[in-house]
């Protein structure tokens, strides 16, 4: 397995926040990965692609990317240790004993507030970080701010308020992208990496500059898997813990998979981007949100899954696969 770990900065030195103009929710894995295949078919290499597709749908070549995820700074400066990982509700309510107070109380109403945190770390699995991560206001994104569009009367040479438009502004993040195909990696690692001038990212009104980006290739995270002794593997064990660090379309095989009484998660609704066989499959999608919990009735190793389009039958075409990135928890 080879794993890449994407760090995303702002184009603008003079502003260390990227402008994406869309919530730091809607950043999520799939999303990555559309992007990256967006930008390797547009690409040299977009003749080699149509390999790495058949490849992957042979399941020979497998991708895992994960949803975006911080590195803490304190006084400015990045702590290289202390990852801040997505979480949601599920991932809380499956440590509910360990941030449990005095009183026996599970601060319900605090914890939905947390959207990040060191999940690597048990020693923060306790009442007393969460209300210490609660009072920094830990936060990684800014918004929504609101800038008014304006629009001049040609007659009257006056200004006219026409919208506003919604602004978010976003820390520098990472995610990780991991693949056996040593081919493909290095394909990506060429789009992402060998570019002087910043590139358009996620987001929205980019032809008016916002969401423009560079990327720089870093190995820490893996580093520090390996300090604790942590594999990403794509077996999965049965009755074991599994946090899931992507978001994932709930299919029917995925559901027969997971133990869902077992289980903690939280089930989020996207729309937009996703495509099967040779339809679209509508607007909606119901998806395990990254920062679950997930215990699997089976011992099973995990393939990929693709939703695509053909451009025969419509004007473009998708391809997007996934497969769950999964770091096996302590039991």
């Not at 813990?241 to 939280?266: A, C, G, V």
């Amino acid at each position: 397995m080879r794993e890449m770990e994407v760090e995303v900065i702002s184009s603008r030195s003079e502003c260390k926040l990227i402008n994406l103009a869309i919530p730091l929710s809607q950043l999520d894995s799939l999303r990555l990965t559309a992007y990256l295949f967006l930008r390797l078919f547009k690409s040299e290499f977009s003749e080699k692609m149509k390999e790495v597709i058949k490849r992957i749908e042979e399941n020979r070549t497998y991708l895992m990317v994960s949803s975006p995820f911080f590195l803490v700074r304190e006084n400015g400066i990045e702590n290289t240790h202390q990852y801040y990982l997505p979480v949601n509700f599920g991932f809380f309510s499956y440590y509910e004993e360990n941030f449990k107070d005095e009183s026996g109380e599970f601060p319900t109403k605090e914890i939905k507030k947390i959207r990040y945190f060191p999940v690597l770390d048990k020693k923060s699995y306790n009442p007393s970080f969460v209300k210490t991560l609660i009072s920094k206001g830990l936060e990684f994104e800014i918004g929504p701010l609101f800038r008014v569009k304006n629009l001049i009367n040609r007659n009257t040479y006056e200004s006219e308020n026409v919208y506003t438009i919604e602004n978010y502004f976003v820390f520098p993040f990472r995610f990780i992208v991991e693949t056996n195909d040593v081919e493909l990696e290095d394909m990506m690692k060429k789009v992402l990496f060998n570019q002087n001038e910043s590139v358009h990212f996620l987001g929205k009104r980019i032809s008016i500059g916002f969401g423009k980006v560079k990327f720089r290739h870093d190995y820490r995270f893996k580093s520090e898997l390996e300090k604790r002794g942590i594999r990403i593997e794509r077996r999965v064990e049965k009755g074991v813990p599994y946090y899931l660090f992507n978001r994932i379309p709930i299919t029917e095989k995925m559901s027969n998979l997971i133990d869902t009484e077992k289980s903690s998660y939280e089930l989020v609704k996207i729309s937009g981007y996703f495509v099967e066989d040779e339809a679209l499959i509508g607007r909606n999608m119901i998806c395990l949100k990254e920062g679950s919990i997930l215990v699997f009735k089976d011992s099973v190793e995990l393939e990929n899954e693709i939703y695509k389009i053909k451009r025969s039958e419509h004007k473009k075409e998708y391809f997007l696969p996934y497969t769950p990135f999964l770091i096996k928890m302590e039991v």
